[in-house]
């Protein structure tokens, strides 16, 4: 596609409830990265993918907190048992290439409300 | 870790003016980007600039790497220009951004 796609863009739960969130990168980008952003803070890292390979997932704050990307292609984050602190927008990005001179293009995010 | 500070935390402009927005950094950086975020939550990629100067229309920024800060430049801006504008920067050989708290700008016609 034109850019980086997620879905869905706003998703309610209800608390103990698992969720999954996707996230389809613009097409040929190796890079994929997940980062979450609560509400008047920047956003902050969870997990870094190249190609398939999670290479980086020190940012997940949690074992609640689960991120694939099985084909090198479309990548899922999902959260089990979500709680109110989980409420937040999760943003995807990816870049074509592996260095960080590459140009990073984010999707739009998922809003994520835990009730 | 790295610390990211970004003033002012807020900033209000009459359409035409033009502003000075500035990152500091704790450390030594590989990697420097700003982004602007728009109302509904679109991050858009403005500069990778881990030093020196670029210009891309109305906007340009600064690294000076050395003394670790950046500036990002606005001129004659517009209503279009409003939003949340980020720093956020890369050091050692992780991918890992580390992003300030932003600074949010209104642009009044």
């Known amino acids: 596609g034109a850019g980086v796609s997620q879905s869905p863009r706003y998703k309610v739960a209800k608390r103990g409830q698992d969720v999954a969130l996707r996230c389809d990168p613009i097409s040929g980008h190796v890079s994929l990265f997940w980062y979450q952003q609560a509400l008047g803070q920047g956003p902050e890292f969870l997990t870094y993918f190249q190609n398939e390979a999670q290479l980086d997932k020190s940012g997940l704050p949690s074992d609640r907190f689960f991120a694939e990307r099985p084909e090198g292609s479309v990548s899922t984050l999902k959260i089990q048992r979500t709680q109110q602190e989980d409420s937040a927008v999760y943003l995807c990005a990816s870049s074509w290439g592996f260095g960080s001179g590459n140009t990073i293009y984010f999707g739009e995010g998922s809003w994520l409300t835990v009730v | 870790g790295i610390q990211v500070e970004q003033s002012p935390p807020d900033l209000i402009l009459q359409e035409g003016a033009n502003s000075t927005l500035r990152c500091n950094f704790s450390?030594?950086?590989?990697?420097l980007q700003w982004f602007h975020q728009n109302p509904w939550g679109q991050l858009i990629n403005l500069f990778y600039?881990?030093?020196?100067?670029k210009q891309n229309g109305r906007l340009s920024a600064t690294t000076v790497a050395t003394e670790r800060y950046s500036l990002l430049y606005i001129s004659s801006s517009q209503t279009t220009d409003s939003g949340v504008y980020f720093c956020?920067?890369?050091?050692?050989?992780?991918?890992?951004?580390?992003w300030g708290l932003g600074t949010s700008l209104a642009v009044n016609p």
């Open positions: 450390d030594s950086v590989n990697n």
């Open positions: 956020a920067v890369e050091a050692g050989n992780n991918r890992k951004l580390i």
């Open positions: 600039i881990p030093s020196g100067t």
